[in-house]
């Protein structure tokens, strides 16, 4: 894992490929917020792109990531729809929260365009799990649905 203040290399586990970005300072004993960012579709497959654009590149500028004071998953997708992937990353959030001292009742999820869509539908999915949702570009077919999955 990268040192802490850097997005690191592709991290696999058994079930996905993510990868995560602690905080400058970051500390065992202490307990952060948890951001999952989903990416668009010119993410699929391409941990590369993922790491040249958005988010992925904020985090790799020292004068960003230094103001950044929570966890980050990045998580990445290989299909161009992420509920493919939801199971997955509601276990990478588990193991943030287990093993790197993420506030579980501080976790929300972000993303861009497919992302966005993507962040909606985990929402709804997990709603209990998450304390903000943002989706930047993000799509959602039912806004009353949304809305009453969030309530």
């Known amino acids: ?21 602690k905080p400058k300072g970051w500390s065992s004993s202490g ?17 590369e792109n993922v790491r040249r654009i958005s988010l992925g590149s904020m985090l790799l500028d020292p004068a960003y990531a230094d103001k950044v004071g ?33 506030d579980a009742s501080r ?13 909606w539908m985990l929402a709804t999915q997990h709603a209990r799990s998450f304390s903000a949702v943002v989706a930047i570009c993000g799509y959602y077919n039912s806004l009353p649905t949304l809305a009453a999955a969030l309530k």
Do not use: R
């Open 1 to 21: 894992m990268a040192a802490c203040g850097t997005l690191s290399d592709v991290q696999s586990d058994s079930a996905m490929k993510y990868m995560v970005f």
């Open 107 to 119: 976790v929300a999820v972000a993303g861009q365009s497919m992302g966005g869509h993507g962040a």
């Open 70 to 102: 929570h966890i980050v998953l990045l998580p990445l997708a290989t299909t161009g729809d992420w509920s493919n992937h939801f199971e997955t990353i509601m276990q990478l959030v588990d193991m943030a929260v287990k093993t790197l001292g993420g």
């Open 31 to 47: 307990t952060y917020p948890v951001l999952v960012f989903l990416h668009g579709s010119g993410g699929v497959g391409k941990p």
